[in-house]
């Protein structure tokens, strides 16, 4: 009896980062490990050899070639590929908390999947992540088995029905619930590395969505889905984002050319005031703008401590919203962000069962 509240306590905060109601801490120190890599900077290894293409060691400890041991639970023989197929490209990157992330994207031919992204941790517990096109598979990066399968529609990350996830029904629901923590964490994990790697997220429109959904309990595995979104699966989950991306263009072109604003932050500061301007003339009931959200739900004013500002939302369902976030500068959306803005639009919308947060560029 005397673990029953250690194990209440777990469950009960699975429960609040799946219904957006807590943060965790690791990822705020992934993101500040993150912050500190320069990638364009971190030297790999030549084309042609065996480990052509990974990140190396620079003499500072950020990086080095792949312990024999380690790889084996990094990448286990039902994930192995030819190391010179010509179709593939391999990045191997050690973050500096001790973390891995092997990945493996496939550019052309016959395969089981366009990428391949395969997180450790330092403590050996290891997920891999498959997509190919808009379906995603989750397993176990050691004994290979499928945890979830889940697919991105129009109508929400979908989960395979088919799919029989390996570890709940075969251990205790405390012990679900850690697995599927550690799930999150190492998806967490994977988003930041991807964000990193990419710089300014290369996505089409200057765009970059993620999901986020809640569960109610720990029967099936949650859907998970970790990674850029086309323009048109985005387009049809939220279908005011071209719009938006239309009239961004239009501002930052018009501050930009105006030759007013001297410094990065005036020009951000006036291209959120004019999409400001431009949001609440609509004056749509499920269109909002510069939305300022307190931790317990409740709207706030602006610049008020505690708040999170959401730049924009829509509604396009009842139980959807579609959270956008303008970014004018270098710096991407973090992990950290994303949780935030997550959260407190699950609080602010509680009947929202799923939440997309979407990064928003100029695109030209």
């Known amino acids: ?119 450790t941790a330092p403590d050996g517990e290891s997920r891999v992540f498959e997509t190919l096109g808009a379906t995603q598979t989750i397993r176990d990066g050691v004994s290979g088995e499928i945890l979830g399968r889940s697919t991105f529609t129009a109508n929400g990350v979908e989960p395979d029905a088919t799919v029989q996830p390996a570890f709940l029904p075969a251990v205790p629901l405390a012990l679900a619930a850690i697995r599927v923590l550690r799930t999150l964490e190492l998806a967490g994990t994977l988003f930041a590395t991807l964000s990193a790697q990419r710089g300014r997220y290369g996505t089409v429109l200057g765009t970059t969505a993620h999901e986020f959904r809640g569960a109610e309990d720990f029967e099936h595995m949650p859907a998970i889905w970790v990674g850029p979104l086309d323009q048109a699966s985005l387009d049809a989950a939220c279908p005011k984002t071209g719009e938006i991306q239309t009239q961004l263009d239009a501002v930052a072109a018009a501050v930009r050319q105006s030759g007013a604003y001297r410094t990065p932050q005036a020009v951000g500061t006036a291209i959120h005031v004019r999409m400001d301007r431009w949001a609440k003339a609509q004056d749509i009931e499920n269109f909002k703008s510069e939305l300022s959200i307190l931790k317990n739900g409740k709207e706030g004013t602006y610049g008020q401590s505690g708040t999170s500002r959401l730049d924009q939302y829509h509604l396009p369902q009842p139980n959807v919203a579609c959270v956008y976030d303008y970014k004018t500068g270098l710096r991407g959306l973090s992990w950290s962000d994303w949780v935030r803005y997550a959260t407190r639009s699950k609080t602010y919308f509680p009947a929202t069962q799923r939440i997309i947060v979407i990064q928003m560029r100029e695109s030209r």
């Open 1 to 119: 009896m005397a673990r029953q509240p250690r194990i209440g306590d777990e469950v009960q905060q699975l429960k609040g980062l799946l219904a957006g109601l807590s943060l965790d801490t690791k990822l705020l120190r992934l993101e500040q490990v993150l912050r500190r890599k320069d990638w364009s900077e971190q030297p790999r290894a030549p084309a042609g050899q065996p480990n052509g293409g990974q990140w190396v060691g620079d003499g500072g400890g950020s990086g080095g070639t792949v312990d024999p041991d380690v790889l084996r639970l990094v990448r286990p023989q039902w994930a192995q590929m030819p190391v010179a197929e010509p179709a593939q490209s391999r990045e191997d990157t050690r973050l500096d908390d001790g973390t891995r992330v092997l990945s493996i994207r496939i550019r052309a031919g016959r395969r089981d999947f366009d990428e391949q992204h395969t997180v």
